[in-house]
């Protein structure tokens, strides 16, 4: 009997061994012994969606899109409790990066002009064009489309009185985006544009000026092709310049405010109207069934 109730024993040790094997078998086993935390080569780092993201035109003003967006579908303008609805460490980083891309277009516009005006009455004037229309599409990037996306934000906006939530972060989104229309492209615009009628009525001063500077250079190629430049080619330089400038201007002004803002915000009165409804008809059957045993 005792040999019996030992091999039982053992035989019933042995079983509950088996059944517990799994549990334990991670205790002997390192599944990241292989991997070094601290090294800089990281495979994981690279390839990820939001680096890709990044790397995308206009992926800060997607971002901003989204985040109105997915409030606008949660109907947080509808929310009874004021409640908190965003990070406010996202949205100052949000501030932040618009700070900076809108001070880097403006440095970068501001040279591009400068150069465009003192290099075009230097070149014939088709390359005068062929500048001019590198200025105009580095313009529409730079500037139109991210203006653009400050309007087509607008659609998501359902309360649109001051105690609307979606409505005071778009006002602060706009006011962060202003400096990219007021001085990047309406000043910008109006000084160099200034700048270029002085030109014209002043060819004869610079066209002495444009030798006189040549001459210091010592290059005879160079003084011999400023000297061959004639008044009216200078002419019609300034001229094609002028007109590029106005014509971005004209550009911009007509897409954003009589095709895409009117657009925009004929859809935005259709979403208020559909989100007004529903959530009358949800106040209303709300209403019925908590009242419908007072009869």
Known sequence: MNDMTKNAAASNAYAQREVYADNN????????????????????????????????????????????????????????SPRVFFDEEHMFNLRIKLLSRNFTTMIVKFIYMVLFSSLSIFLTSKGVMIVGFIYLV??????????????????????????GKLKKIHLTYSKWLR??????????TVVFVLIEIIMLF??????????????????????????????SAIQNSILITTGFYIFAYLVYWIFIYKIWVPKWEKVRKINEKAFTRTNQRMAKNLKDELTKGAD
């Open 202 to 231: 002043n060819i004869k001063q610079l066209h002495e000026y444009m030798n006189m500077l040549s001459s210091y250079t010592h290059i005879q190629t160079l003084i011999a092709y400023v000297n061959s430049i004639q008044a």
């Open 25 to 80: 078998a991670h205790r002997g086993h390192n599944a990241y012994k292989q991997d070094n935390p601290y090294k800089k080569d990281d495979v994981y780092s690279k390839g990820r969606d939001d680096d890709r993201e990044r790397a995308k035109p206009w992926a800060l003003d997607f971002e901003i899109i989204r985040f109105f967006r997915e409030n606008f579908n949660a109907g947080i303008d509808f929310e009874e």
């Open 138 to 163: 580095a313009f529409l990037y730079y500037i139109a489309v991210p203006i653009a996306f400050v309007k087509y934000a607008r659609q998501y906006i359902i309360d649109d009185t001051e105690h």
């Open 179 to 188: 400096p990219l229309e007021a001085i990047t492209m309406n000043t910008f």
